[in-house]
């Protein structure tokens, strides 16, 4: 189970990767359970996107709202 700070994080991640700062200690239980990846560098620093696991947590999260 994800807490809200987890929960929002992805949120966070899905609508402004670019807006995350990259030593949140959440990124690192979403990435455990597969639900985001650090991608490539863009302009030199690697953001995090949301995996299709991590989406699909979302749309179902977004079905209960």
């Known amino acids: 189970m994800l807490s809200p700070h ?3 994080t992805l ?3 899905k609508s402004a990767p670019d ?3 990259p030593d949140r200690i959440e990124l690192g239980a979403l ?3 597969q639900l985001i990846d650090i991608g490539p560098p863009e ?3 690697p ?3 949301v995996t299709p696991r991590g989406d699909a947590l979302l749309r179902a999260v ?3 709202r």
């Open 6 to 8: 987890e929960l929002a």
């Open 11 to 13: 949120m966070l991640v």
């Open 19 to 21: 807006g995350i700062e």
């Open 31 to 33: 990435r455990e359970l």
């Open 43 to 45: 302009l030199g620093v």
């Open 47 to 49: 953001l995090p996107r």
């Open 62 to 64: 977004a079905r209960v």
